[in-house]
């Protein structure tokens, strides 16, 4: 009976699985084992790789892999059958004609007898088939397959997809099953599925696996990947869809193969004349063609898709400090027999499942009894769908089958947790992929974890799917209160993975960036950089050098924030100080490498982080700063805009923000990243303007001291050298601070003064007396006041003009001097001049060492020569040095005076610089600048006509010029001047003339004469070439290329003329800030104001400070109010801007059109509900008449027959509490029932543990023995021991059927007697109170765990014959102490003592157990701690004692939770 009823089952289940079965199966228990380092590699990495190696080369890499690692199957004896193929051809039992075998197979072999046994018969060989994949006819797209034998190794399959294919690690698997036939869904339901799977698998990074082949739901998906490929043009967001197929079941798949590999292979699709076979669909991605050796077997595959799907749940994904195991969700679609089987065994396996509703058959059956209890899914309920939805082969459904899908059916409804059932416009579920991840976190919420590691793990897979709606909706709820230390963690992972919307979440939900940044987390955050940002090559560079430095170290340099200070330096320029200080001790607590700090259940987390100490003192002045750097340099807009609108100094930090990208864009090599850069530096600038505005409009002298303020946080800069340093002109140019820069222009005179009266004071000075001069502050009203002089003289204004016109008169000194007084010995004029030059260089020099900021030498040197005036200023000084020096020399007094001369040019052009402060001549002179560039261009391409044409006419004319600058003026000088119409008079022979040049070339004065014949009167030169080539170069020179001068000219001025105002306004700065330093007195008395300086800085060590106008560094409480004033304007700026946003025409379109959308949304909802609810009525209305027509019927047939008939035989009418409310939630249709509704539910699983044996089905109403149940027929079974003598079956079991008859794995037939001491003791805290949970005390429980367990267990069990002690307990106790132990025992408490619900249970053997509490009230108790001494690990077994909290969540035994819980109820303490 057993071996039949086995092949029964098995037969049974591989047709369903032939006919529809693909998806999770029973996870197997055999370990498959792990790739090596699967888990610290990087698919991103191989990809990386892959792109940088020729094409060639890959192909050949993977040519040679492949075969190596994956093989096929192939039948190597022929064995010929009795059937025939469709094609009337003679096959082997593989289902393979005879000439598509191996050579080897039909010659004669050594196989013993004629029966073909695919063990012997069909062997393993190197796959022949593989490479990339092009559908002909369809598409363009390229896609992977192999084929592989049905025994290949997950971890191979999987490490040929991550790392040859190039795959991604995913963060979810999807695995769809169900119909496997073409079937018919509703239009509004078909685009709803697809859409919500594309996106899921989208937006989550998931992969989705199915059948791969072109027919039912497979068909489904791959339409779905394509829609969202036809309407989407981002590569970036391909779905990845792997199909595993049956190879032997594809139709046309000899085009696949290829034993070099196919690149690519090509694949016709054609339905028409596929037969019995399937075709490869389309759509799919990826191809894995499972291969057994045989032909037209369908079901091949899906034992190797099951351990395939099993051993990617068990990967851990890695990315930004989050570590999660993938996990694996089953979406149903339709389906039958084997689509049941599928959806059992994934729900028994823990896999949670979402089924569509109006799918059709198996999905739809589920969907109708999913909301009741348990104990009204009944044989005849089941018997009832089953005829509503399997209309067409209702008939073939047997009794048993009935049964069996009913025990089933109430599995899977049992398990509601893990099951999802997705209904057409029910509230909350108008998408499919949110009813997939509402799945996966309801079925996260059912695992044994404590209630903050269980929301933990749903935040963990919300951040890793980037789900931010999921969060907000399913885990930011009312059910949980968040503490801001809680989410510090999943913080640091978002901000790592570049998740701006969990950012935004987390800070809506109470993180402060201030308490959130730690020395660890910063560390943290720049150790995990994106490796192609600029900012991480220029701090590699940084430790290369430190490293080389450190010679005496082997090890590499390891990152502190130092290192990131000195590339903050070089980006943020000189003029700030470093803002991380190189720190006094190396042995500072730091962060271990990032390869160990990973959010994971498992090992370090990043909560360590966090754990490590209570003191959470940051070691920064601003960690918003250092937060809004670390995003800003990695160039994410989104995140470093969220940072941002949390700082406090936010001008100064969006000034900074835009001299970071601006700097880092100049070493950017990609092109789409530069522009990036560049406009996030452009929207940061315009965000300091925007905040200065509100600031300036609010309290314009508050916002100029915004301007100067000396930013502690920033290196001690302000915002105005911030400004000026990122050349945000745009910010320059603001109104308000061209007013501040007026004012410190005007030093403390009114800024309405004329420019007459200033010149009529400074020529008269008594004039201040009069009143003609308006100061700004009252002290300096009196007229009588001598600080009037001195205000007056030291304001720049004055300054300046003084300086013009010391300036005027040291050119009209020098002028007179060259041309009138030129003497070979100086006169006093020209000792005047020496005088003169002399305070120049001082000031110069003056210049060059002004160091207020303390930058050192060499950064002011480099400073001071970056600015081109500058370097005219020591161009011209030392030209007047050598002209000086050869004037001293009578010899040389002549080429003195010419060098003299052209010197006087460079002073001369100096007054250039000089009136850049007027606002008309300004933007004139920056106009100038920029033209004189596109000079220099212009000389190049004219220099190339110049010369070629100048040559080509020497050259043609002149016959051996030997004098050099004769041919400089032939080649260069007349060519050059040909373009301004000096046309040479001799190059037409026209005006040939020997007078006027010299035959030989002896005269130094006349040009050689050009070729003549032999009379020396007439040219013998052509003159058609030398005229053609005057014309042509006249056209290219005089017309081409000046007019080519005029555009340039044009298109500069038009283009300079634009942001003139911006230019000069920005420019207008630095001539401002040079005379606001420069003394007083002009040149030459200025020597006056030099010794003063000479005797403060060298005799009195008294050092530079800036003036306080330009850079004031404010007191702590001044500071505090004024950041907190424009904290406060900021809010304002970024209110407005959102408001701005708002009510732009294009956003309110599009609110416009949400709001449509939504509107429709909702009126197609309340269609489909009330159409979905009258079609469920007149369902009911239907099933009520036929029940009625039946009922009469038989009240007919029994009057006619005289009689009244049994009991029975009476028909009742069905329920209407299925259809009344179709919507309501399950938890609001039933009563709070037992799991098993008082039947046991672990000793009626289908599959019994340990041993491949099935018991027979048994529904909950055929569970008493009272229940007639004339078809039940349970397997026998019982394990051999060597210990226990085999005996008849004795007994039933009190509870009822289990489906399976003998002893089992148990010791004996009838009751086995097994003991439960529950130990356990208060929870304790630091100081020694009892913990509580809402208001209840916690307990704590001994429990044990054996090795390679997932669960802890009781330490109890069954007993020796004769023994008091369990065999478990005993095991973690030492010997001496097992008799006080049985002490304890006899003074506990009996909690429970009978029938335990346990999966070993038979019909004629089952487990029946005393429970003993042991409670240790005090935590000084002297059997405590007798018991902890006595407590070790047994080494053979190492057998793991632990005290754990009792909790629902608490990792037990289902049955031992139930034992647990009527503890926790004796003392009335927290479960």
């Excluded at 037209?296 to 395939?308: D, M, W």
């Excluded at 429970?1392 to 346990?1398: E, N, Q, S």
């Excluded at 509490?1413 to 108790?1421: A, K, M, T, V, Y």
């Amino acid at each position: 009976m057993e071996p039949r009823r086995m092949e029964s089952l098995d037969r049974r289940r591989t047709i369903s699985e032939q006919e529809e079965g693909f998806g999770v199966e029973a996870r197997m228990t055999t370990d498959l084992g792990m790739v090596p380092n699967l888990r610290r590699s990087n698919s991103s990495l191989f990809k990386s790789r892959r792109l940088l190696c020729p094409f060639i080369e890959k192909q050949e890499n993977l040519s040679s892999w492949i075969p190596e690692n994956i093989k096929k199957k192939a039948c190597v004896y022929f064995v010929e059958s009795s059937k025939l193929s469709d094609a009337g051809k003679v096959v082997c039992e593989c289902g393979y004609t005879r000439e598509q075998h191996e050579e080897v197979a039909i010659k004669p072999h050594a196989f013993q007898g004629k029966e073909w046994d695919p063990k012997k018969h069909v062997h393993e060989m190197p796959t022949d088939a593989f490479g990339d994949i092009v559908f002909t006819g369809l598409s363009q797209k390229v896609g992977k397959y192999v084929r592989v034998s049905q025994d290949t190794p997950s971890s191979v399959i999987y490490q040929l997809m991550t790392q040859h294919w190039g795959l991604d690690v995913p963060n979810l698997l999807i695995s769809v099953t169900g119909g496997a036939k073409n079937f018919k869904m509703r239009l509004r339901l078909k685009s709803i599925f697809r859409r919500g799977l594309v996106k899921v698998a989208q937006t989550t990074g998931a992969w989705i696996i199915t059948g791969g082949s072109h027919t039912g739901v497979m068909k489904q998906v791959g339409e779905a990947v394509r829609d969202f490929s036809l309407s989407s043009s981002c590569k970036e967001g391909d779905v990845i869809t792997i199909g595993v197929a049956t190879w032997g079941t594809i139709h046309n798949r000899e085009g696949l193969i290829n034993s070099k590999g196919g690149f690519p292979a090509e694949y016709m699709l054609d339905e028409e004349g596929q037969g019995n076979l399937t075709c490869l669909d389309s759509n799919h991605s990826h191809f894995i063609l499972v291969d057994d050796g045989t032909h037209g077997q369908y079901g091949v595959e899906i034992p190797l898709r099951t351990k395939l799907e099993k051993f990617i749940s068990e990967q851990t994904k890695e990315r930004g400090g989050v570590a999660i195991k993938i996990p694996i969700v089953c979406v149903v679609l339709e389906g039958g027999p084997g689509t049941l089987h599928t959806i059992y065994n994934a729900i028994t396996n823990g896999t949670p499942c979402v089924i569509v509703e109006g799918s059709g058959r198996v999905a739809d059956v589920i969907a109708q009894v999913a909301a009741l209890p348990v104990s009204e899914i009944t044989i005849s309920l089941i018997q009832q769908k089953l005829s509503i939805f399997f209309q067409e082969m209702f008939e073939t459904f047997t009794e048993s089958r009935i049964v069996e899908w009913t025990k089933k059916i109430q599995d899977i409804v049992r398990r509601r947790q893990l099951l999802t059932v997705f209904r057409e416009g029910k509230d909350g579920q108008q998408d499919v992929d949110v009813a997939i991840l509402q799945a996966l976190l309801k079925a996260s919420r059912s695992q044994d974890h404590s209630g903050h590691e269980n929301w933990d793990h749903q935040l963990k897979l919300a951040v890793a799917w980037n789900r931010v709606d999921i969060a907000r909706s399913e885990i930011f709820t009312d059910e949980w209160q968040w503490k801001p230390a809680d989410l510090h963690p999943m913080m640091t992972a978002a901000l790592i993975s570049n998740k701006p919307e969990f950012v935004r979440l987390f800070l809506e939900n109470g993180v402060r960036l201030k308490e959130f940044v730690t020395w660890d987390v910063l560390l943290c955050l720049y150790e995990n950089l994106e490796p192609s940002c600029v900012f991480h090559s220029k701090l590699q560079k940084v430790l290369a050098e430190e490293h080389e430095r450190l010679t005496c170290t082997s090890t590499a340099s390891r990152l502190h924030m130092h290192h990131v200070a000195q590339v903050l330096r070089e980006l943020l320029g000189d003029s700030t100080q470093l803002l991380y200080p190189r720190p006094r001790y190396s042995d500072r607590p730091r962060l271990s490498p990032m390869s160990h700090i990973k959010l994971n259940v498992q090992g370090m987390s990043l909560r360590s982080l966090y754990k490590r100490s209570t003191d959470h003192v940051t070691f920064t002045i601003d960690p918003i700063r250092d937060l809004l750097i670390w995003a800003i340099i990695q160039n994410r807009r989104e995140l470093a805009g969220i940072i941002w609108a949390q700082s406090q100094d936010c001008i100064a930090a969006a000034l900074a923000c835009s001299k970071i990208l601006k700097e880092l864009s100049k070493e950017e090599e990609d092109t789409d990243s530069l522009e990036e850069m560049l406009a996030l530096a452009d929207e940061f600038e315009h965000r300091a303007i925007g905040v200065f505005t509100e600031c300036y409009r609010k309290d314009e002298e508050r916002a100029q001291k915004l301007l100067v303020r000396v930013s502690e946080a920033w290196g001690k800069a302000t915002c105005l050298q911030l400004a000026l340093d990122a050349k945000d002109m745009k910010f320059m140019s603001h109104g308000g601070i061209q007013a501040f820069l007026t004012k410190v222009w005007w030093g403390q005179l009114c800024v309405d003064n004329s420019l007459w009266q200033i010149i009529l004071c400074m020529l008269a000075f008594p004039l201040l007396f009069t009143g003609l001069i308006s100061f700004r502050e009252k002290r300096l009203q009196a007229l009588c006041r001598p600080a009037r002089v001195r205000a007056f003289f030291n304001a720049p204004v004055v300054i300046f003009h003084l300086n013009i016109l010391s300036y005027f008169a040291f050119l009209c000194l020098f002028a007179y001097v060259l041309m009138v007084d030129f003497q070979p010995s100086p006169s006093w004029c020209e000792y005047l001049i020496y005088l003169w030059l002399f305070s120049l260089v001082c000031e110069e020099t003056r210049q060059l060492f002004y160091d207020p900021d303390g930058c050192g030498l060499k950064k002011v040197a480099s400073l001071y020569f970056s600015d081109f005036w500058n370097k005219l200023d020591i161009g011209a000084i030392l030209l007047f040095i050598a002209g000086l020096t050869c004037r001293l020399f009578p010899v040389t007094l002549y080429p003195g005076r010419i060098i003299l001369s052209l010197d006087f040019i460079m002073f001369c052009l100096r007054l250039m610089h000089i009136f850049t402060i007027s606002k008309t001549l300004g933007p004139k002179i920056i106009i100038v600048k920029r033209m004189m560039k596109d000079v220099f261009f212009f000389l190049f391409l004219l220099a190339v006509w110049v010369v070629s044409f100048g040559v080509a006419k020497q050259a043609i004319l002149i016959h051996n010029e030997s004098r050099v600058d004769w041919i400089f003026r032939g080649v260069v000088y007349h060519s050059y001047l040909t373009i301004f119409g000096q046309i040479p008079t001799y190059i037409d022979g026209v005006n040939f003339s020997m007078d006027q040049c010299s035959p030989n070339g002896t005269d130094p004065y006349k040009p050689k004469c050009p070729e003549s014949d032999w009379t020396g009167q007439t040219p013998a030169f052509p003159e058609w070439l030398t005229v053609t080539l005057l014309c042509l170069y006249l056209l290219f020179a005089n017309i081409l290329l000046l007019n080519l001068l005029i555009a340039m000219f044009n298109y500069t001025f038009q283009e300079v003329q634009e942001h003139t105002d911006q230019i000069w306004k920005f420019q207008r700065h630095d001539l401002i800030e040079e005379y606001h330093g420069r003394p007083p007195a002009p040149p030459p008395f200025i020597l006056l104001s030099h010794l003063q300086l000479l005797i403060k800085r060298i005799v009195l060590k008294i050092p530079a400070k800036r003036h306080k106008q330009l850079k004031n560094k404010l007191e702590k409480n001044e500071e505090a109010a004024l950041l907190s004033w424009e904290l406060y304007l900021k809010e304002n700026y970024l209110q407005n801007q959102q408001y701005q946003h708002k009510q732009r025409a294009e956003q309110k379109i599009q609110d416009i059109s949400e709001k449509v959308d939504t509107m429709v949304d909702l009126l197609d909802m309340d269609r489909v509900k009330r159409s979905g609810s009258t079609e469920q009525r007149l369902v009911s209305l239907e099933e009520q008449v036929a029940q009625t027509t039946r009922a009469l019927h038989w009240i007919m047939t029994t009057l006619k027959d005289g009689g009244f008939g049994s009991e029975a035989g009476v028909l009742t009418l069905a329920s209407q509490r299925a259809f009344d409310e179709p919507d309501a939630e399950p938890s609001s249709k039933r009563k709070v029932e037992e799991p098993g509704d008082g039947y046991h539910v672990n000793a009626r699983h289908l599959l019994y543990p340990d041993a491949l044996i099935m018991r027979f089905p048994v529904p909950n109403e055929k569970v008493p023995w009272e229940a007639e149940f004339l078809i039940y027929d349970p397997p026998f079974y019982t394990a051999e021991k060597k210990d226990v003598a085999l005996t008849d079956p004795v007994g039933e079991n009190p509870m009822g059927r289990t489906g399976l008859r003998g002893r089992g794995s148990l010791s004996w037939f009838g009751p086995n007697h097994t003991l439960q001491p529950v130990v356990t003791r208060w929870k304790r805290n630091q100081g020694g109170a009892i913990c509580r949970k809402s208001v209840r005390k916690m307990l704590e429980v001994l429990v044990v765990k054996l090795p390679h367990s997932e669960y802890w267990a009781l330490p109890g069990g069954s007993r020796e014959p004769g023994q008091t002690l369990p065999r478990k307990l005993k095991l973690v106790l030492r010997d001496e102490f097992w008799k006080p132990f049985e002490t304890l025992l006899e003074q506990g408490t009996e909690v429970y003592k009978g029938y335990v619900d346990d999966p070993r249970n038979t019909d004629n053997a089952w487990i029946e157990t005393v429970v003993v509490s042991i409670h240790f009230q005090g935590q000084n108790d002297v059997e405590l701690k007798r018991l902890e001494e006595n407590l070790h690990t047994h080494g053979d077994l190492q057998m793991s004692t632990e005290w754990q909290v009792v909790d629902r969540r608490i990792p037990l035994y289902s049955n031992h939770k139930t034992i647990l819980q009527k503890v926790a109820l004796l003392f009335g303490a927290h479960f």
